[in-house]
């Protein structure tokens, strides 16, 4: 009974991700037909973009310490609330200022999603096991998009805009009546024994160690294009190269397939190597540095080959299935090296921080389109160059200066202390 039921929190937990994504996509398929009909300039789209952000990550980091205290299941519960309130705001909105507070209650809401459903499934599973599960909350990001990209074109094209947030709204109710009916709260603690599991640490001491710092500018630097997901990159597509609206659609969703599919097999590897005793350094820190440099050289190559549509396509595609890899090790990183008693308030820091990050790329990308004038190809390539570059450097700095077992070591002398006092 005990697996079928944390499975079953896994699968709930996954669904409310897919939700979540959908949530945040809508507004960048529906954004060629938001220009056009409400007259938008590239600086005030983007601002609408960067605007789900100004909350996002306030709102993560706040919601991370409540699940410090309080159970998850209701954690989650109110925030799909939000989330729906957030969509019906959307769409009853006919101008600039709704469609920004509208984005603003969404990022407030869906901002501690990735914190609380991460938090809420490591307590389900123990400190071993932790890779693959996490990499299905990754996933189910991932799936959300595609479905995303392959539903919500559709029903924009069909339904309208406004419509097809009404309709997120409605499959955000179905989800919250089935997390109440059958969401349940783990009690999954880490072994007994070392002090990072059993003590709480001061914030000082677990925020400014140069692990934690380092995952966490690499996974801001890493955001930076993921951040255009919610913007821009449909309309790149649509309006920078001429795809249609289900030309851009599948793209999206075949880089998302790849992302998927790139993340359960690298995550399984690394949880393999684990169980068969790799170091934490082999099997946790290497695979996601080496990806992060990777991408960052695909993406540089953006502007060394603009106008070759086939060939800067499959950079850019190749650029973001790696630099999606960032997130599920990162996370997992930041609860190897937490406390469990703050688990919570440390993933949402990590990812608060790391989340920032889209509150400059959308409207950087616009203000780059702009100064390009009006070229929208030319300024969000040129925009991708520069979080390449910064990938690039951040990835090959964090194989040397990324230490989690040194960083748990640290943590440690104060219990030291205390045991050969006692002995």
């Not at 920004?100 to 209650?105: D, I, N, Q």
């Not at 309709?167 to 179905?174: D, E, Q, R, T, V």
């Not at 500018?217 to 255009?228: E, H, I, W």
């Not at 820190?285 to 060939?311: E, K, Y």
Request: proline fraction near 5%; glycine fraction near 12%.
């Amino acid at each position: 009974m005990g697996n079928s039921r944390r499975t079953l929190v896994l699968v709930l937990l996954m669904l409310v991700m897919v939700i979540s994504v959908m949530d945040k996509t809508i507004f960048a398929f529906a954004g060629p037909k938001i220009i056009d009909e409400l007259k938008l300039s590239p600086s005030e789209f983007g601002f609408i973009g960067s605007a789900f952000f100004f909350l996002y990550s306030i709102s993560g980091v706040l919601v991370g310490f409540l699940a410090n205290r309080f159970p998850t299941r209701w954690i989650l519960a109110g925030m799909s609330l939000v989330w729906m309130a957030a969509q019906l705001l959307v769409a009853l909105s006919n101008g600039f200022l709704g469609l920004v507070a509208g984005r603003l209650l969404l990022g407030a809401g869906t901002g501690p999603g990735t914190a609380v459903t991460q938090h809420a499934c490591f307590k389900w599973f123990g400190p071993r096991e932790r890779v693959l599960p996490s990499s299905m909350i990754q996933v189910s990001i991932m799936l959300g998009a595609t479905l995303g990209a392959v539903s919500l074109p559709l029903a924009i094209q069909h339904l309208g805009w406004r419509a097809a947030y009404v309709g997120l709204a409605g499959l955000g109710l179905a989800w919250l009546l089935a997390w109440l009916l059958f969401g349940r709260e783990g009690n999954q603690v880490d072994e007994v024994g070392r002090s990072p599991a059993g003590e709480r640490q001061p914030y000082r001491r677990l925020l400014l160690n140069r692990t934690f710092l380092w995952v966490t500018l690499v996974g801001f630097v890493g955001y930076l294009p993921n951040a255009l997901v919610y913007s821009w990159v449909p309309v790149y597509l649509q309006k920078g190269q001429g795809m249609t609206p289900m030309q851009s659609g599948y793209l999206v969703m075949g880089v998302t397939l790849g992302v998927m599919a790139f993340n359960l097999v690298i995550s399984a590897l690394s949880q393999r190597a684990l169980k068969r005793g790799a170091s934490v350094q082999r099997a946790l820190v290497a695979p996601p540095m080496v990806c992060a440099a990777l991408a960052g050289l695909a993406f540089c190559g953006l502007l060394l080959f603009h106008g070759d549509l086939p060939l800067v396509l499959g950079l850019y595609c190749v650029g973001a299935v790696l630099i999606n890899a960032l997130p599920t090790f990162c996370n997992t990183i930041v609860a190897h090296i937490a406390p469990t008693a703050q688990r919570g308030s440390m993933l949402a820091i990590h990812i608060g921080g790391m989340t920032s990050a889209g509150m400059l790329a959308p409207w950087l990308v616009g203000r780059l389109v702009e100064a390009c004038g009006g070229d929208i190809a030319r300024g969000f390539e040129t925009g991708l160059a520069l979080f390449g570059l910064g990938a690039l450097v951040c990835g090959l700095l964090g194989l040397r200066i990324v230490d989690p077992e040194r960083t748990r070591r640290a943590q440690q002398p104060d219990a030291a202390l205390v045991a050969a006092a006692s002995s």
